[in-house]
């Protein structure tokens, strides 16, 4: 009787083919939503998980996040070194300087300052040049992003000039730099140089960044060098996270895209579970007669549960396909380059929207169910 | 009164009532009935009569408020839920007024329902009922969607379904109502000639008196009770 439930299914093309898209399309709406807020947010966290060699960042106890900090004392660097269990600690410039080009073409800048003389913090992935340039005077790498932001169209090239409050520097090397919350060059550099990017403050030491000695955990460090120091001090993942946070509880971005969720999910759940359930009743007579003629309540259960999962099936399939496509697409745009269609939302999606139509189709089990079989002797 | 073995249906002081208290309408009061092997008995009476419930008890569709039904000598209501059912499924056959095929499948794979609901493999059961359909004189039919097909058309495909299963009865519900009087005729002559048979019998409520002349006997059926029968 399965080959009976399945042509009873696909028999009738617009119904089969409404079904197909409500679940297609609720699933492509739901698992682009949560994909692109996901992407969005872990970006805010990106500029702190992009220097690979920091384990702890040391900053101003009122510091919330990576954009927004109260510069250090030079003092402070000596402090957090002297904390016990200190494998080593460098300092880390952090401005947003304007950098403009040789055709008058400026954009804002993220500027980080890396110590001069381990350059901890340097970019690890180069698309071209070496990170090791930075060692020579006048000398910044810059991300793709921000290269083709500032020479839109035009090829990578090293050697290329930029001018930072009348600073002339000369492109060394250019980084694959995770993208951040908002779409801007990131510059590295010297931080003896960094700090002349940017006019002159009191004090400029933005973070402290430290690496634990072998035995010791991140957390473990982080603690000892609060205590010791009063400064605020958060392992490379608590420091992310607090930046996902402050832009979830200070931007109206997670009320934007918990609408859209919550529309998405409303129209799963509504529009997919009426449509099969509608479907299921507008079958009733035909139910009927199948029970008359002898097919068990059992049985029919089964061929229902197997139009909806055929259903969730072929329709989570084409709108995971959609989404997939979606995101392949916005992969070669710069702003979006890392927002991806995440497993977990894929999953989610996938496991709710099977709810949703076993629910609707248990919902329309039971009116097939009660139903008298001599109902198909009434006209 | 214990039924002889050519009496196929034997109903006995069947009642039948719906609701409760003021509401309570008591449908069949007392119906005495037999259908035998071999005929083809005709269930005629006035709309509201209680034919329609009739034939729902005695298929098993319908539970009796009180009495006793007999098919061939076993009491389905006596018998499990699934027992019942699967009594339905071997033995009887059905034919309804609005034909309820499904739309989706063909021709033969409408009347290959009840060998396919019994777990007969699809082309096996699907060329059983296209020998059916060739038997019935529409085999060239068989590929078609029940949309395609006239009335007439369409209620052969469910006689085809009705036998194709080779049950022992068959209860037929207005099966001439939807046809014009040459498409009735003609579906009447085919339940005459295909489904009667010696070790089967064939029950056709109707109301349609241009087809009397097909019935072996006729029950009379008024307010809920068989008023009388003739034998032709």
């Known amino acids: 009787m399965n080959f009976v439930a399945f042509r009873m299914l696909i028999g009738d093309r617009a119904k089969y083919i409404g079904l197909i898209f409500a679940v297609a399309f609720s699933t492509f709406l739901l698992q682009n939503q949560i994909s692109i807020f996901a992407g969005i947010m872990k970006n805010t966290g990106h500029r702190v998980i992009d220097i690979t060699d920091a384990e702890v960042w040391v900053m101003d106890p009122q510091t919330r996040y990576f954009d927004e900090n109260k510069a250090l004392k030079d003092t402070d660097l000596t402090r957090v070194r002297g904390v016990p269990g200190v494998d080593y600690a460098v300092r880390l410039f952090k401005g947003n300087p304007v950098a403009r080009t040789n055709t008058g073409r400026f954009a804002t800048c993220v500027a980080l300052g890396l110590d001069d003389a381990t350059l901890t913090g340097a970019p690890r992935h180069m698309i071209l040049g070496s990170w090791e340039a930075l060692r020579r005077p006048h000398q910044i790498v810059i991300d793709k992003a921000g290269y083709l932001m500032l020479f839109p169209g035009e090829p990578l090239e090293l050697g290329r000039e930029l001018e930072l409050n009348d600073q002339r520097v000369e492109i060394a090397g250019i980084s694959d730099a995770l993208p951040g919350f908002v779409s801007l060059p990131i510059i590295h550099a010297r931080y003896s140089e960094a700090l002349n990017f940017q006019g002159k403050q009191r004090l400029q030491l933005s973070f402290v960044l430290a690496r634990a000695q072998a035995g010791l955990t991140p957390e473990a460090l982080a603690l000892r060098i609060q205590e010791a120091t009063g400064l605020k001090a958060r392992t490379t993942w608590q420091f992310a996270w607090d930046c996902v946070a402050y832009y979830l509880q200070n931007t109206g971005i997670p009320v934007n895209f918990g609408i859209t969720i919550a529309v998405a999910t409303l129209v799963g759940l509504v529009v997919t579970g009426q449509t099969f359930y509608l479907f299921t009743v507008e079958n009733l007579k035909q139910f009927g007669a199948l029970k008359a003629i002898g097919v068990t309540n059992l049985r029919l259960l089964g061929m229902i549960l197997l139009q909806a999962v055929t259903v969730w099936f072929v329709g989570y399939g084409l709108g995971s396909a959609l989404a997939a496509t979606f995101f392949n697409i916005t992969l070669n745009v710069i702003a979006t380059r890392h927002i991806t269609l995440l497993w977990q939302s894929a999953a989610g999606v996938g496991i709710f929207m099977l709810i949703v139509v076993l629910l609707a189709s248990v919902a329309g089990l039971q009116r097939v169910l009660k139903l008298q079989p001599a109902e198909v002797f009434r006209s | ?232």
């Open chain 2, 1 to 232: 009164m214990t039924p002889t073995p050519s009496i196929a249906v034997h109903c006995q002081s069947v009642r039948r009532s719906f609701g409760s208290g003021d509401a309570r309408i008591e449908v069949l009061r007392g119906v005495d009935f037999e259908a035998r092997q071999g005929e083809m008995t005709f269930l005629v009476g006035p709309s509201g009569c209680g034919k329609t419930t009739l034939i729902s008890i005695i298929a098993g569709l319908l539970d009796a408020s009180a009495g006793d039904v007999a098919l061939f000598g076993s009491k389905p209501a006596s018998m499990s839920s699934r027992g019942q059912i699967l009594f339905r499924r071997s033995h009887l056959g059905f034919v309804f007024q609005q034909y309820n095929l499904l739309p989706a499948l063909t021709a033969a794979e409408n009347a290959a329902v009840p060998l396919l609901a019994a777990g007969m493999k699809h082309r096996e059961a699907v060329d059983r009922a296209t020998a059916m359909l060739q038997r019935l004189g529409i085999g060239e039919k068989a590929s078609v969607l029940p949309r395609l097909l006239s009335g007439g058309q369409q209620q052969r495909v469910a006689l085809a379904r009705a036998l194709v299963h080779e049950p022992r009865l068959i209860i037929c519900d207005e099966p001439t109502a939807a046809l014009d009087h040459k498409s009735g005729e003609s579906v009447m002559e085919l339940l005459a000639t295909a489904a009667v048979h010696p070790e089967r019998a064939v029950v056709v409520v109707t109301h349609d008196n241009r087809v009397f002349h097909f019935a072996h006997r006729i029950a009379h059926m008024n307010d809920g009770v068989i008023t009388h029968t003739t034998k032709h």
